[in-house]
């Protein structure tokens, strides 16, 4: 008879195990912040529908007197809030980026996006019926006060 062997259980090395931490948390940290707009109401992540779209600062040159083929407008960084118009609700909160898009995933339904920027006195809400397996494309504009 042949004398056993003994299994020695093996640890994995450390730095293995450091290095599986910070590959695993940042990921699972970018799958829940994705899961759903912040607020009360917000749709999970497999809904296929809400709304997408641009904030823009409005007039940015001299409107009077301009061809009409002279886009007066730029892209603003904003907060963009949602809110249901049923239950005058606030459902979801998204920031835009420099170049002002925002896409917010809703149910089906009738909703009022509100944008605000720094430095801009006035942007004008917005009311999106968004149908479902559908993104409604809107844009919002703020005005600038120049004419």
């Known amino acids: 008879m042949l004398p056993q062997r003994r299994r020695i259980a093996r640890r994995p ?8 931490v ?8 970018a799958a829940c912040s994705e899961a759903a707009p912040s607020g009360s109401g917000g749709a999970p992540a497999d809904v296929r529908s809400g709304v997408r779209g641009v904030v823009v600062r409005w007039p940015t040159c001299p ?17 963009v809030r949602v809110r249901d ?11 835009t980026g420099p170049d002002g898009r925002f896409r917010v995933p809703l149910r089906a339904g ?10 801009t006195a006035h942007c004008a809400p917005v009311e ?17 006060g120049l004419r």
Do not use: F, M, N, W
Not at 22 to 29: E, S
Not at 85 to 95: C, K, M, N, P, Q
Not at 129 to 137: E, M, W
């Open 22 to 29: 910070a590959l695993t948390v940042p990921v699972a940290l």
């Open 63 to 79: 409107v009077e007197g301009a061809p009409e083929s002279q886009d007066c407008s730029s892209p603003a960084e904003a907060t």
């Open 13 to 20: 090395p450390a730095g293995l195990l450091l290095a599986l």
């Open 128 to 144: 999106v019926t968004v149908r479902p397996d559908a993104y409604t494309k809107i844009t919002v504009r703020c005005d600038t």
């Open 110 to 119: 009738a909703y009022e996006v509100r944008a605000r920027t720094s430095g």
């Open 85 to 95: 118009r049923s239950s005058d609700t606030e459902v979801a909160t998204a920031h």
